[in-house]
């Protein structure tokens, strides 16, 4: 059960309220204008079907790993903002 609670409210928060908070992140637009870059430069280089498809395969893999590390990181900061608030005896559970 407090799995699935933190499950949802993970999913609920990485998928609404920080979409908001990367869009005005300075650091994180710039990083996006460098990956449009370079997508541009991908395409001039005229690789065939089978490549781009083993390329994009291999960068859609990644972006998964690196989205299931974001999501438990943060589920891990949850976890232990809730094992500090313990400690100083702000919550009882």
Request: aromatic residues 8%.
């Amino acid at each position: 059960m407090e799995k699935d609670v933190l499950n949802t409210i993970t999913k609920h928060l990485t998928a609404e309220r920080f979409d908001k908070i990367v869009s005005n992140d300075e650091t994180y637009l710039k990083k996006q204008d460098k990956i449009e870059k370079y997508a541009k430069q991908f395409e001039e280089l005229g690789l065939s079907k089978d490549q781009r498809l083993i390329i994009d395969r291999l960068l859609s893999a990644n972006n998964e790993s690196n989205y299931r590390y974001s999501e438990l990181a943060y589920m891990q900061g949850f976890k232990d903002c809730v094992e500090l608030l313990k400690t100083i005896d702000l919550i009882k559970v």
